[in-house]
């Protein structure tokens, strides 16, 4: 294990502490977010009861694997906590997500929940959003270049995304552009005018969504509360 993943470990830990009796939890997807579930998981062998809402078919199949009950994803429930990583949080817990291709059942997930607890390692919190990691932008195959081009009407890039040499597609049959944003000073407009353009269907910008953030640093774990202005 790095140092990083044994910091993504204790701040996954941290935060599935938060989770009580009965809850239904969202449960996010990536690497950080694996280790919410084996935490969760060992709760769950101590007696906990929960139910799972994952954001990913690679989520679901990590919670099937050890015990973590979920709930069908296209049933109708209320997410008590929602428990996610990101790419990138700025320090007004404004996050990049989407590196993993599953932002638009995260956001979903995360927009439904009563709280919201983001846990990173201290190398994803940034002074800016923006590059060295490009927002994703996940947008419908039809016309996707002319939809990439107004994006890039906004003096950026976009680059559609690839994997094994082929267009990546989210599980919705969705392409990603990843865009090269140098800095992200405004992420709510910039978020506000992405989802204006026909073709969009959601952005990696999730802006006062985070109720809690959970760091874990090479110093132990450090926890910071969203300031609502």
């Known amino acids: 294990m790095t140092d990083k993943d044994a910091w993504k470990r204790a701040a996954a830990e941290a935060a599935v502490q938060y989770v009580q009796d009965g809850m239904v939890v969202g449960l996010g997807t990536g690497s950080t977010a694996k280790y919410v579930v084996l935490g969760l998981a060992q709760r769950i062998q101590r007696g906990l009861k929960v139910r799972g809402v994952p954001t990913s078919r690679e989520t679901a199949e990590l919670a099937r694997a050890h015990g973590v009950p979920l709930i069908d994803t296209e049933d109708d429930w209320v997410i008590d906590v929602a428990i996610d990583g990101a790419d990138q949080v700025d320090p007004r817990l404004n996050l990049v997500k989407g590196g993993g291709g599953a932002l638009l059942k995260e956001k979903i997930v995360i927009a439904a929940a009563r709280h919201v607890i983001i846990v990173v390692d201290e190398?994803?919190?940034?002074?800016?959003?923006?590059l060295p990691f490009p927002l994703p932008v996940e947008v419908v195959p039809f016309g996707w270049g002319s939809t990439g081009r107004?994006?890039?009407?906004?003096?950026?890039k976009a680059v559609i995304r690839r994997r094994a040499g082929a267009y990546f597609k989210t599980e919705a049959g969705h392409y990603i552009l990843d865009v090269h944003v140098p800095r992200i000073d405004q992420p709510a407009e910039l978020e506000t005018r992405l989802n204006e353009i026909p073709g969009v269907v959601e952005t990696g910008l999730f802006v006062n969504r985070t109720d809690l953030l959970i760091v874990g640093t090479a110093h132990g774990v450090e926890v910071q509360k969203a300031v609502r202005t």
């Open 123 to 130: 190398t994803k919190r940034v002074p800016v959003l923006g």
């Open 150 to 156: 107004l994006i890039e009407s906004f003096g950026v």
